[in-house]
């Protein structure tokens, strides 16, 4: 289960987004950082800035160096099926430099068999550059790619409107009740709550009180909180739970490989002259000993860089 808000409608940011991936937190994982996709060793791999997991390659959110974007989230469906592709390599094959358009990119996944992913929903995004002046050219064209569960044909549609204004993606399908879950719902309202307070103070939020106004979004959690699978889709932000591979809540509860939550929480902001600030912060962990604890903010993973080579339509 992951999520993901944004919005591509702010006059100072091309993009405002931020992300929750939940995940069993014994899955073995890297922390963003600047790579290619290769051995860690790669010293000239510096081209994607992501996580990465280790254990089936790929990547589930992250940003290159030309500003292109991925976020993925897997459909909730039921377990046992096998796939030939991971779903990480979704995003991976999207931010790698030799990558494909959006327009293309369908195509290319059909030509290698795109029933072979379980299913997912694929937000891309890929920089323009259409202003005047270099403080005000960036903007981002945006597409969702879904196959709508395990062995299903991979379809593209643009954003709606309201969607570049304030958006979501979680783990329901696209073309179903995907949109209504509670957790979209209440990320979707906050985010909007959020830029419309910004907008009609006259002393904007800074960088800072606006990062950490997304991050709060991200920790909401429900009342109660979500104890079993079904539950999952009411809450942004998941409390460690006991969880068996098929994410029912049968595990033994001093198996610490099956507790699943939410592992880490990102925030993404690209300024209109293409000035990205990507921020990412652990949110439930395993100690060295195994034990369940809780992430310092104090200890994130913060980048700042410029995006390069900006394209003009």
């Known amino acids: 289960m992951c999520i993901g808000f944004w919005s591509l409608d702010h006059p100072d940011y091309a993009l405002i987004l931020c992300s929750n991936r939940d995940e069993y937190l014994s899955r073995p994982t890297s922390n963003a950082h600047f790579h290619c996709f290769g051995p860690e060793s790669d010293l000239n791999g510096n081209f994607v800035l992501s996580g990465r997991d280790l254990k089936a390659g790929g990547s589930w959110f992250g940003i290159n160096r030309a500003g292109r974007i991925a976020l993925l989230t897997n459909i909730s469906e039921a377990e046992g099926a096998l796939y030939k592709e991971s779903r990480g390599h979704l995003v991976s094959s999207f931010l790698l430099p030799e990558a494909p358009d959006a327009s293309h990119f369908v195509g290319l996944l059909e030509r290698e068999g795109s029933t072979d992913y379980a299913g997912f929903n694929l937000l891309l995004l890929t920089p323009t550059s259409g202003g005047e002046s270099a403080a005000d050219s960036l903007a981002y064209e945006a597409s969702l ?52 307070v910004n907008k009609a103070n006259e002393q904007k939020l800074s960088e800072d009180e606006l990062v950490e106004h997304l991050f709060g979004i991200l920790s909401w959690q429900s009342d109660p909180p979500p104890s079993n699978r079904f539950q999952l889709r009411n809450s942004i932000e998941i409390p460690p739970l006991h969880m068996s591979g098929g994410l029912s809540p049968d595990a033994e509860p001093d198996d610490r490989d099956n507790i699943y939550g939410t592992r880490v929480s990102t925030v993404l902001l690209v300024r209109r002259d293409g000035q990205a600030l990507f921020i990412e912060r652990d949110f439930w962990k395993l100690d060295s000993e195994g034990n369940v604890v809780r992430g310092d903010p104090r200890q994130a993973r913060v980048f700042r860089f410029q995006i390069d080579n900006l394209r003009k339509d």
């Open 145 to 196: 790619i879904t196959n709508s569960g395990g062995h299903g044909a991979i379809v593209k549609r643009d954003l709606l409107p309201e969607e570049r204004r304030a958006g979501a993606i979680s783990n329901g399908v696209d073309s179903g009740d995907g949109r209504t879950w509670p957790k979209v719902k209440k990320g979707v309202a906050s985010l909007k709550e959020l830029l419309h």
